[in-house]
């Protein structure tokens, strides 16, 4: 007789996604704490997901404040990797807890593959157009316009040279 398990019992809770995923360095202290204050200063201005917002600046900010932290016994990339839920919220947070797993605790894997996710091909070619085609506005002065050219290709040469 073939035994089988039926459909709706895949659908039941295994408990598997319970715990956090685990970096892959290893934390060399005995025991840490990453102060409340901190995480509750990372959770201020939660990246969301949505198209408007730039994934770049999010990282460059979110990194920033990660560089002011220091514990013992803990990388950098560990530190990271545990505060980055917490700048999350809206899609950016549901995107992080179907895909965190599939970087394996690698903080550059998962770093590029968000960036990829929220800031696709599609727009880096809009700004390499946007950059080719720039043009000064009616009513714009040239200090006005020199801005914006600059600002426009910071921000086209951040998003290929950003990536770790």
Known sequence: ?????????????????????????????????????????????????????????????????????????????TIQWKLFPFSLAGKAKHWNKLNVERAQGDWKTL????????????????????VVAFRQLEEESLAESWDRLTDTTRFSIKSNAEKV
Do not use: W
């Open 1 to 77: 007789m073939d035994t089988y398990t039926p459909i709706n019992q895949y659908a039941n809770p295994t408990g598997t996604h319970l715990r956090p995923p685990k970096h892959l360095e290893p934390i060399t202290t005995n025991g840490f704490e990453i102060s409340p204050d901190f995480i509750e200063f990372v959770q201020k201005e939660p990246f969301l997901g949505e198209s408007e917002e730039n994934p770049y600046s999010h990282l460059r900010d979110f990194n920033r404040f990660c560089d002011i932290i220091r514990i013992e016994g803990m990388s950098d990339e």
């Open 111 to 130: 770093y590029n593959e968000f960036l990829s996710k929220f800031f696709p091909i599609s727009k880096v070619v809009a700004l390499r157009i946007e």
